[in-house]
């Protein structure tokens, strides 16, 4: 089964394999020992999995849904409220015992009774996407993206009262950093960043302190947890063990031949790794080996991320009706690409979602628009450039 776009969702459910590969693919299912890979049409994009006790729930654009029969039949059993003229996504999960987190664009959704049903709250009121998620006991931590109207605020926000209240934790440690994803193992926390590494807090989030002792790449994507054993997936350095709460990591990485990874699922000994544009890899001995467990259509290019926000001039220009823009994106970001007249005025917009890092050529179209110039705008996290383009008919 050849597949489409990044590997940004997986998880194990007894010996069930399932990969979600979002922007513009689909759910994937495999059973280990079987025939390989079939998709389900039954379920909308995903862009995030959990499984909690028997069942398996996936975030998508507008909401989440649920499979208790191994992703034979869905049922949608939490829908985003409607905000404007957006339909936001689920774009994070976090799961203990029969409680479950769930992040999405401006707000946060809890299920206490194993996803039967959902409270839901506004938390911000622009454009934050929520990019990790941990809970322990009744504390909820959710790490907001720094885009928009979330400018100031913490990179972690905690609630101690099942999200009625949210307060922002952190230190001068996660001040400047950039948090992607969130874990909760014990009485410690753990916070993954884009290339700063991991911290972890033993108070809950009051103090932070550097816990990446033997990692050799600091771009964390991803964590997974399982008994002693702690993962994590970095986007460069492929996976890394600890078996001491993070206070040192070793690579783990035989077989892996993709070391740009976006996500994780561990049970048991079964480790589940998703990556960029490389394949699907499962370990059968808690990550000590891999086995390639899945491919794209067609080789892709060797994987060099770029390093730095980018937006190159478009070509040609000048240009009759069509023209091209590529943009480079070094982490996963909230990009918007706009084009606007000399009165400022918003003529098209070209994006505006949630990217994986990586190199984007995007067409557009002014066969309807006058002759003279005009601006494009690329907004993505912190970064902002504005480029001129002419076209002449």
């Given at each position: 089964m050849p597949f489409r776009g990044d590997f940004s969702a997986v998880g194990i459910l007894g010996t069930a394999l399932f990969a979600g590969t979002g922007e513009g693919g689909g759910l994937f299912r495999a059973v280990e020992g079987g025939d390989g890979w079939t998709e389900s049409s039954r379920v909308p994009v995903p862009f995030c999995l959990a499984v909690c006790g028997k069942d398996l729930f996936v975030g998508t654009a507008g909401g989440i849904y649920r499979s208790s029969d191994s992703a034979t039949s869905w049922t949608k059993v939490f829908e985003i409220p409607y905000w404007g003229e957006y339909v936001y996504t689920v774009t994070c999960f976090a799961v203990s015992g029969a409680n479950i987190l769930a992040g999405y664009r401006n707000g946060e959704a809890v299920s206490t009774d194993g996803g039967a049903s959902w409270t839901t709250r506004i938390i911000f009121t622009g454009a934050v996407d929520m990019k990790g998620a941990a809970l322990y006991g009744t504390t909820l931590l959710i790490a907001p993206s720094d885009f928009g109207d979330a400018g100031g605020?913490?990179?972690?926000?905690r609630s101690l009262d099942w999200g009625a209240h949210w307060g922002g934790i952190g230190s001068s440690f996660?001040?400047?950093?950039?948090?992607?994803?969130l874990a909760a193992r014990g009485t410690n926390i753990f916070a993954g960043t884009q290339l700063g590494g991991i911290f972890r807090s033993s108070d809950d989030g009051i103090t932070w302190v550097p816990a990446d002792s033997g990692l050799t790449n600091l771009n964390i994507a991803c964590f997974a947890s399982n008994g002693p054993s702690f993962?994590?997936?970095?986007?460069?350095?492929g996976v890394f063990r600890s078996t001491d709460d993070g206070t040192s990591w070793s690579p783990i990485d035989s077989g892996l031949t993709n070391p740009v990874i976006l996500s994780l699922a561990v049970e048991g000994k079964n480790l589940l790794a998703g990556t960029w544009h490389g394949?699907?890899?499962l370990s059968t001995d808690t990550g000590a080996s891999w086995t390639m467990w899945g491919t794209l259509a067609a080789p892709p290019p060797i994987y060099s991320p770029p390093i730095a926000f980018k937006l190159e001039q478009n070509y040609p220009n000048p240009f009759n009706a069509g023209t091209t823009i590529q943009l480079e994106l070094p982490v996963t970001s909230q990009v918007k690409l706009t084009v606007f007249d000399v009165l400022g005025r918003e003529v098209s917009s070209l994006m505006n979602d949630v990217r994986s890092a990586g190199v984007y050529k995007v067409k557009f179209d002014g066969t309807n628009l006058a002759s003279g110039?005009?601006?494009y705008r690329l907004q993505a996290g912190d970064f902002t450039q504005t480029k001129r383009l002419l076209m002449l008919k």
């Open positions: 605020y913490t990179r972690i926000l996660l001040s400047t950093q950039l948090v992607d994803c993962f994590v997936g970095t986007r460069g350095g394949g699907l890899y110039v005009y601006f």
